[in-house]
DNA sequence: ATGATTGCAAAAGGTTTGCATGGCA
DNA sequence: TGCCATGCAAACCTTTTGCAATCAT
């Protein structure tokens, strides 16, 4: 049972249907450690899938989103990048020499957070954090 | 001295040509109080200067954020949104019903980001926190 | 079978750019 | 005056969409 076997059994008890191009993208996802565009993933997946078109994969990306199987990430000005959905949630620096993107967490910040938008009367819906960085020297 | 006079004084100390299409631009910038794309300054501008072309004001924006004078703000797949730059650093909640733009700040979520950039070796060269908020009821 | 999904090509939306003209310092 | 900035139109890049053909269930 593989990583992608399981999102796609997820999707099939979701009742969407598993095309040969979302099985390709789906094995793409799951096997990626990175955070590719759109184009990426299209690239990625037309090793296996050479008729792949970049609409599907479009189309596709915005499916396993609403589902909660992949994550879309809108960095500074560039193209969205994605990544399957975790259970623990995470945020991102983004190195901003390299391009390098490193996960991390704060239970400290999320709490903060919550508390910051409770005392004027709001809850948080989701929240996004990306710390730009640049190695320090020395 | 009004607020739009301030940043055309910084503007000219800094060598940056002072056109009547730019001193529109400014006057509109100093004096939103909100978050408007460039297309919005665009038409607030024109109002003075109905010849303003919508590439001057990309241009303009893209040269006031350079010098430091306006913030872009690039929130949930919208257009990019400006600010002029203030003294006090803050981020944004968004109400995802109504769109409305919350400005806060907290010192200790930048202390904890700044402690864990370091934990692994960066500084923060800028960062990113918008928090997408709804009204909790009751 | 039949309704969802695909590929293609065209369009959309935001933003940038080449070029000749015009205007600030 | 000299060079920067402008307006226009065209290009760009990412993403979406209309349509007829195809495929999963």
Redesign the interface.
């Known amino acids: 049972m593989t990583k992608a076997d399981d999102l796609t059994q997820a999707l099939r008890d979701a009742g969407v249907r598993i095309t040969r191009q979302r099985a390709a993208l789906l094995t793409v996802i799951a096997g990626a450690d990175d955070h590719p565009d759109a184009v990426e993933l299209h690239r990625r997946a037309s090793k296996d899938m050479p008729s792949l078109s970049l609409s599907t994969v479009y189309r596709t990306l915005t499916a396993l989103e609403d589902q909660g199987v992949i994550q879309r990430h809108?960095f500074?000005?560039t193209p969205s990048r994605f990544e399957k959905a975790e259970d623990d949630h995470h945020d991102h620096?983004i190195?901003?020499d390299t391009g390098e993107v490193?996960e991390?967490c704060?239970d400290?910040?999320e709490q903060?957070?919550t508390e910051?938008?409770?005392e004027?009367?709001?809850?948080?819906?989701?929240?996004?954090?990306?710390?730009?960085?640049?190695?320090?020297d020395g």
Chains 1, 2 share one sequence.
């Open positions: 809108q500074d000005g620096m190195d901003v490193i991390f704060s400290r910040i903060l957070q910051l938008a409770a004027i009367g709001y809850e948080i819906v989701h929240h996004r954090m990306e710390l730009y960085v640049r190695k320090k």
